[in-house]
């Protein structure tokens, strides 16, 4: 590996594993927590202020940048670092998941998909090519495959076609990046394991991505209505069948008990609109599980979000406070909730890699577990 | 005076003038320019980024307080400045005018204002005794006088009985202050001069309220529709027949160009909601005139919202970004526009003190007004 893009594992306990990815832009502390920035933005919150609460990377979603600002707005204003003003690494999705999710029309051929913006109607069409391109021209520093994310329930027969489709398109995906010499140069592409919850696929999967080698490797198709419990069981095998000495991220996943859990079960990089998403929603996540802000209970609380939290807003403002302002639709309730949550996000992050590095992951996340389990309000 | 409240006029230079007022929570230079925090925030702002545009005091608005989340609760969890962590000096209005403009069903009557809540359509009712009762359960640093803001236009039979109405209600506010002997050892009662456009009917009612004697006194009943022309022709006199020793807070104003004039016609102090609610709505004020940075010509523009402004979204980011963040809907673009916004009156205030301070106002005046004239794109 050049220093365009380096994993050192520090340290492992059982299947958990810490360490760092160093990039030109940046090292990234794993297990690693990457905020959602979808629009060139993590929603309601100042750029500053998602590095102070411990984030190393964030993701920006290419469907989103493509159709508004487009990238090659983004590219001629100097790139995506610039123009949102974060300058370490920025990972971003290939497009094909918010496709699917979210635009209309949708038309998938072996070429690629072509379909209707969410936002206008326009018809653009995303291939494994033009996925490289976006990013590329977005100065993506982790680029990753356009796959198809196979949609959950899928029958055998379904899943293992969808699943050997992403492999070509990963492949495209590999020659698309590697065309573009100097990007490549400074940045990384991971590949995306499919094979929805078969066993035989995932592995077959992760044959055929590290037949065409990419610097990390992403689980793909989980988080998308199969519950934890399938979801574990997958990620009881699928980690240990690709590399281990490349990083493995869990695409939009999750809850807290949902990566805590898949920490223990290998895997290094995750990402979610959760914490930004419910923040704006007014529920706050805290060691003693969820809170809904909302809840007249908390309207002349005056103590804090989180009794264990260090962050600006549990050590500033009450829940009575943040109560009242989301109560009444103030933009701050967002932004001091989104904040609060992203700041747990890492927290629980770094009690991860903590643990890991000392030996004690399974204790510590038994104990983690039992408080968040035992204090939810719903 | 004690030091309770301190006025110290350091400078004049023509009718305007330059200086301090000292109070127990900190000191107001003058001309100031007070955020409005609606409901116990400054709309999209964090309050150390209040406080870091070089605000001195904010406006906290008693209607609203009142309905959610009641002064009471307010009050129980340690006042207001507590709540919202503004620890410097907080003027809050004293409902009048809100109920007035937002709630329905209104009764007016010698005793005071009947109303239905805009949030709940729950009945309340304000008096001059209670609005003070109200702005010390706050914790309120300047109370304002509760009165009727004269509707325009009005007949002079009507502007007159209106302003009688509010010097019966402005001896009342007195005697409520008053009556709260702690908070009144720590806190400042302003009177409001009525009198709609009419000379006669100013000087009548500065005459009734300084026989009562205020901490200062404000002109009320101006930016209320009758256009700048009007106003400036008010307060050609009006100022006047104020104490000169003692504060004159012009409510409700207002545009850039307004402020200007105000002050080079003896105005100490005002608040308005333009900046931050222009800011929500993606107008910036900039040393050049109104942007409205929804306009397509802003997307591709690599340049600082304001050239001139050395805030910490004009340094950072380009008008493109904001451009992008405001047309996708995104909680950031509210609150940096309004960031600016707010740092962009605090920084003219602080152009107009200097200016004042160093005896070159009118020529200051001018350059600004020419400059901000000459650029506007509407």
Same mark, same amino acid.
């Given at each position: 590996m050049s220093e365009r893009f380096k994993f050192e594992i520090k340290a492992t306990d059982g299947k958990a594993r810490t360490g760092v990815i160093r990039m030109l832009r940046g090292e990234i502390r794993t297990p690693a927590f990457m905020p959602v920035g979808?629009? +060139?933005?993590? $929603?309601?919150?100042r750029v500053e202020d998602v590095r102070a609460t411990g984030a190393d990377i964030i993701l920006g979603n290419t469907y989103h940048l493509m159709l508004r600002p487009s990238a090659e707005r983004v590219a001629k204003l100097g790139g995506l670092h610039r123009f949102m003003n974060w300058h370490r690494p920025i990972l971003t999705d290939s497009g094909g998941y918010q496709v699917m999710s979210l635009s209309s029309l949708r038309k998938i051929t072996e070429e690629g998909v072509s379909f209707a913006s969410h936002i206008d109607g326009s018809r653009h069409n995303l291939t494994p090519e033009r996925s490289m391109e976006i990013q590329r021209l977005l100065g993506s520093d982790i680029v990753m495959a356009f796959d198809e994310c196979t949609? &959950?329930? +899928? *029958?055998h027969e379904v899943a293992g076609k969808s699943m050997r489709m992403s492999m070509r398109w990963a492949k495209r995906s590999r020659a698309g990046f590697d065309s573009g010499e100097e990007h490549a140069s400074r940045a990384a592409l991971f590949g995306i394991q499919q094979g929805s919850l078969y066993k035989d696929l995932r592995k077959e999967s992760a044959e055929r991505l590290t037949e065409i080698g990419f610097d990390g490797y992403a689980i793909g =198709? %989980?988080?998308? =209505?199969? =519950?934890q419990g399938p979801m574990f069981d997958v990620l009881d095998y699928a980690p240990g069948? %690709?590399?281990?000495?490349r990083p493995r991220y869990l695409m939009g996943v999750g809850k807290p008990d949902d990566i805590v859990g898949a920490v223990l079960r290998g895997v290094d990089m995750f990402d979610c609109v959760l914490p930004t998403r419910s923040g704006r929603n007014g529920q706050a996540f805290t060691c003693e599980g969820p809170v809904?802000?909302?809840? +007249?209970? &908390? $309207?002349?609380? *005056?103590?804090? %979000?989180?009794?264990s939290c260090s962050c600006p807003v549990c050590t500033t403002y009450s829940r009575a406070y943040l109560h009242h302002l989301v109560k009444a639709g103030e933009i701050l309730g967002a932004m001091l909730m989104t904040q609060h949550n992203i700041h747990f996000y890492q927290s629980m992050m770094q009690g991860l890699r903590d643990a890991i590095a000392e030996g004690r992951v399974e204790a510590h996340a038994k104990a983690f577990l039992d408080r968040y389990k035992g204090g939810q309000d719903g």
């Open positions: 979808t629009a +060139a933005t993590v $929603k309601a919150m949609p &959950h329930p +899928a *029958s =198709g %989980l988080a998308v =209505g199969e =519950g069948f %690709l590399p281990q000495d809904n802000i909302r809840n +007249a209970k &908390h $309207k002349e609380d *005056s103590g804090p %979000l989180d009794p």
